[in-house]
């Protein structure tokens, strides 16, 4: 569920007005980011990732790590994108943890579908529903956020709240056990659609108009159907990111 491309990254910029998004940078950008995740699955050991950040932006597309969207056109304070990103995060192998030995391993989808995002006087709302083009899970996935941005000099930081809605395959394809994959301590489990609940605040300091680092502390609250899973012993899912970024 760890994705350093979740995050999106702001160069310290003058502000636009009150109804219109501040003009997006253009160009391109380099940087690397550090990602720790506590694992859901029992017994699993805690993941920390070190991945190249890579980043382009111009009129038309917007390009960060893991993730891109491909710009429509916007109404207003309204804008609208095609959104394409790989959730490296997801699935596990059968060694990952005691608990899933024996089982096939579940594999990271690459997810895409549409997201809107409306600006606010107060706050940034958006909306994304995107799914499986991988067709591992087959799944479909819907999210609802909203945040705002406080800037004090060159820092500028970021509350936000998010609930995600997962579907039934979504949930079944990576947390349900299979007839065949049931034992003794492992009982046949097939997963329902659920809600998880996200909360978190990302913190920015820019160096220059060019660079900046940020750091990121989340935490995930499981749905209920994730929680009654046999693979899973947790409730909630804290992570911490972070990292820098040059901007040519």
Sequence with gaps: MLALSAAPLVMAQPQAGEDQPPP???????????????????????????????????????????????????????????????????????????????????????WLGGAVQWRTEYAKLSAELAGDASSHSKGTEARLGVERDFRFGRFMFTPRVAAVWRDAKYVDYYYGVRPEEATAFRPAYEGRATTNAEVGLRTFYGFSMRDGAFLDVSATALGSSIKDSPLVDRRTLPAVRLGYLYRF
């Design 24 to 110: 997006p940078p253009s160009g391109w950008g380099l940087g690397i980011g550090v990602g720790w995740q506590r694992p859901v699955y029992a017994g699993a050991e805690n993941k920390t990732r070190v991945l190249p950040l890579i980043t382009f932006e111009n009129e038309y597309v917007r390009v960060l790590g893991l993730g891109a969207d491909l710009k429509l056109p916007s109404a207003g304070p309204v804008s609208f994108a095609v959104r394409a990103r790989y959730a490296l995060g997801d699935g596990y192998e059968s060694d990952d943890a005691p608990i899933l030995n024996g089982m096939a391993e579940r594999k990271p989808s690459f």
